[in-house]
């Protein structure tokens, strides 16, 4: 791994944001909007609802854990887009970059823009809506980590299906983490979901992390069980996605549809 050349990626990306202003609002429009709406929604459920302000108040606690989990998945496959919509893909690999330097460079900018994305909507929760993710304490950081790594691997499926079947399917860049989100538990806990569909749930890391977000805010301690969970589960999916990965990625260089990619 070269880390200089990683550098060099990395700066390539967030020059693109200095230099778009389009690019730079896009990037906070969403997670703005999502706030906003699901902020005042909980203010409203607030308002109706006679049980504990933690019952109601998660809702906030899930987007905003929601966006980090989105935010790096689309950190790893909209850099790659970006090269595939300038024609640059084909320049990235021909030239002494190796795929885990590309991937590494990705991380990295998907971390970025977490970090934009925490900070801002950490702080307007606090001052529009009274609720401090913060409060949570240092278990938010393996919370966060384990959100981010599985973001990561679903970048990794998204960008390897786009790099073996092209264009046509670049909108997956969008849906896969939104095809799990009704798994996961995101906006309510599992026993919700149909008796037969909860062991599937299970199985996400992301589902742990929801999971164990509602019991801190529960006030019931640090879900070690939940992190244990969500660290394992996405240690084999991250392995798995990334030999799935490496699979497409050969083939597509094998078969030529990198230069498909770059020439369309």
């Known amino acids: 791994m070269n880390w200089q050349i990683v550098r060099g990626l990395v700066l390539r990306h967030t020059y693109l944001y200095r230099r778009s202003v389009p690019r730079m609002i896009e990037m906070v429009f969403w997670p703005l909007m999502d706030l906003l709406v699901w902020g005042f929604l909980t203010v409203y459920l607030k308002d109706i609802h006679s049980g504990p302000a933690g019952a109601v108040t998660y809702l906030l606690g899930a987007m905003i854990f929601w966006d980090i989990l989105f935010r790096s998945q689309q950190g790893v496959t909209m850099s ?25 460079a990705t991380y990295f900018v998907g971390l970025f823009k977490v970090a934009v994305i925490v900070v801002l909507l950490s702080t307007l929760s606090i001052l529009l809506y009274h609720f401090n993710i913060y409060d949570m304490g240092l278990g938010l950081v393996p919370f966060f980590a384990n959100l981010i790594l599985m973001g990561w691997g679903l970048g990794m499926v998204a960008t390897a299906l786009i790099l073996r079947y092209g264009q046509s399917v670049e909108t ?28 599937v749930s299970w ?27 969500a660290s394992a589960l996405n240690v084999i999916f991250y392995a798995v996605e990334a030999w799935f990965f490496s699979r497409m990625f050969a083939s597509a260089r094998k078969k030529g549809f990198l230069a498909k990619l770059a020439t369309r």
């Open 80 to 104: 790659f887009l970006e090269d595939v919509w300038s024609r640059n893909i084909l320049n990235v690999f021909v030239a002494p970059v190796r795929v885990r330097e590309f991937l590494a």
């Open 172 to 199: 997956l860049a969008w849906a896969i983490p939104f095809l799990l989100q009704p798994l996961a538990a995101v906006f309510y806990p599992v026993r919700v979901l149909p008796h037969w569909l909860q062991p």
């Open 203 to 229: 199985c996400l890391p992301a589902t742990h992390v929801f999971e164990g977000m509602r019991a801190v805010l529960r006030g019931e301690g640090f879900p070690m069980q939940h992190l244990l969970w």
